[in-house]
């Protein structure tokens, strides 16, 4: 089964208008921290710039520092909820929270009142062995915790009093205006004032891999689900392209993410099997030796024997019914588990978790970065010639490493073939604004997931992407816009590796063209539309996001101009279907899950059809994947009291 959160079309209907200085109309009220007051539950996404403004107030210059420092004490720092660590006093003693420590306890109690000071000391040095060996492990479990915590601190420029100046995260407050740029992690829930070609990696909180352009004017209705809100910026989202300048509304615990943390941090609700079953078999002797000793003594006293030696009868059966030794041996169990665990980076940071596990039936998992990549790659090439489609390539590899071939049938392309290919991504590669470079086994990149890709896929075909764009003279630019869904370059030059790509008239120039294919195709010349968009169609199906590619001659005026009106008369040279891989071992672990009994749920935030088509491939669920929305299971919420779908 799969669930997906689905999506609903932008409304750009604002809100009512009202009077000058009026306060807007504010869905729902009270107070929490990393929220200003009155504004918990607050819809920004509904409202305008200047009535989010308004409703925080604040201004185009941002708040005073004395107003910052009053919000601050107020809503409290701009971090993530979590629990106080707990001492190595509160872990030792945490050992001995168990019915069956209790047991061990009183019987210890009792060799001493009795005189039986070796199964007394027996029983202590048991108990002291099971209390350091698992306070240990936690203790190391929540320090690898905390220094985890220490090295994640960010920065941010903060417009105070219209003065710029670079602040700690931790001290952002609701109203404040801070400016992002592209590879800034999003520092706090953010309503958009302003923005530049802004596009945002939202995989952390949506699951979905693929960049979301943002709108500052775009509203939607207060119910809209998070992929929808156009001009929001959540934190721990990451800017992938542009600037912005935005409105802090929540902060801390008030963020997205941050409910999802307070969850997380709250008590467990029912304690892990391990532990049930323990407590469950500590009551059960502890019953059966009350019972025991009781008939034992009647038995006794009848047969005329005194009271001392009934009641050392009594504690001998008391001692003897405890198996003293289980808990250090379930801890000592427990502990080689978690050390296996920490060896595959997994941190457990209580024992009992680990039985846990093992104990599970259903797994919901989330897509993105766990059962994928997280890194959009080109997995099929459709070429065209005047006819329509001519050539399908699938395009092996994983992620971002320029490690795969491309193969046409299961073979290998033919030389012509391999050609098509290389100006297909050659086209791609020099209409692009991202940047991607290979050191030894690391791949830093900067930039558009779709532009990375597309050098990625100019890299397995053999070609150095950033020696290509050094080999040419950029003239102009079109850059993509949500809008205009299409990004062009125009460009001369070119040495003979790369391909003879000017223009047929001497001082012209080519473009290269990449973007939807329904808009490319009233600029392509002598092909059959239909076909093109039949071919589109089929792609889409298989959960792939498809790019068509296209290039042309312009004359060196237009060109100098980025001038739109040129795009005419262009070759298209293909579509490209885009995809964030699965991981290699994702498909058989699944496999392998189901054998056990484990049932898998992938929860995403992708189109219901995409959704279908990766749990597919992944092997969720019986032929035909089951898909859920995240409408249909809110709806189904009352009836069955939460997630119960299967």
Known sequence: MTLSEGSQPPVSKPPESRQPGAQPD???????????????????????????????????????????GRRLVECGPNRLPRAKAPGALVLYVRQFKSPLVYLLLAASVVSVFVGEWSDALFIFVVLQLNAVIGGYQEWRAETSAAALDRMMRDRVVVLRGGLAREIDTADLVPGDIVRLESGGRVPADLRLLEQHELSVDESLLTGESLP?????????????????????????????????????????????????????????????????????????????????????????????????????????????????????????????????????????????????????????????GTLTCNELTAKRVLLFDDAGPAVAGTVGGQGYRPIGTVAVDSRAPSKQELAGFAELARSAALCNEAEIAFEDEEVRHLGDTVDVAFLVLAAKLGLDPAALKGSYRLHGMIPYEPQRRYAASF?????????????????????????????????????????????????????????????????????????????????????????????????????????????????????PETARAIARELGVGDGDPVVVTGAELQAAAPATQGFAAR
């Open 212 to 368: 979301l352009e943002k709108d500052v004017d775009t509203l939607v209705p207060a119910a809209a689900p998070l992929p929808d809100r156009l001009n929001l910026l959540f934190a721990g989202t990451t800017v992938l392209t542009g600037r912005a300048g935005a409105l802090v509304v929540a902060s801390g615990a008030g963020t997205q993410i941050g409910r999802i943390a307070s969850a997380l941090a709250l008590p467990d609700r029912a304690p892990p099997p391990l532990i049930a079953r323990l407590e469950r078999m500590g009551r059960v002797i502890g019953i059966a030796t009350v019972v025991a000793i009781a008939v034992l003594a009647v038995v006794q006293l009848l047969q005329g024997l005194d009271l001392l030696t009934v009641f050392l009868v009594a504690v001998a059966l008391a001692v003897a019914a405890i198996p003293e030794g289980l808990p250090v041996a379930i801890t000592v169990a427990l502990s080689i588990a978690t050390g296996r665990m920490a060896r595959r980076n997994v941190i457990v940071r209580a024992l009992p978790a680990v039985e846990g596990l093992g104990a599970c039936s259903l797994i919901a998992s989330d897509k993105t």
């Open 26 to 68: 504010l869905p729902g009220d009270g107070k929490g921290p990393g929220t200003a007051p009155s504004a918990a539950a607050t819809a920004w996404h509904s409202l305008t710039a200047a009535q989010a403004l308004a409703a925080q107030e604040s201004s185009a210059e941002g708040l005073s520092e004395a107003e910052a």
């Open 491 to 607: 460009v001369s030059g070119g040495d003979a590796a790369a391909g003879p790509v000017s223009a047929g008239t001497t001082g012209g120039a080519t473009v290269h063209v990449k973007g939807a294919l329904e808009v490319l195709l009233p600029m392509c010349d002598g092909i059959d539309a239909e076909r093109a968009l039949a071919a589109g169609d089929a792609m889409a199906a298989e959960g792939y996001r498809v790019l068509a590619v296209a290039r042309g001659s312009v004359s060196r005026d237009a060109a100098e101009r980025a001038d739109a009106g040129s795009l005419r008369y262009l070759r298209l040279l293909g579509l490209v279907g885009l995809m964030d891989p699965l991981r290699p071992e994702v498909p058989q672990a699944i496999q392998r899950c189901r054998e056990a009994g484990i049932s898998v749920v992938m929860i995403t935030g992708d189109h």
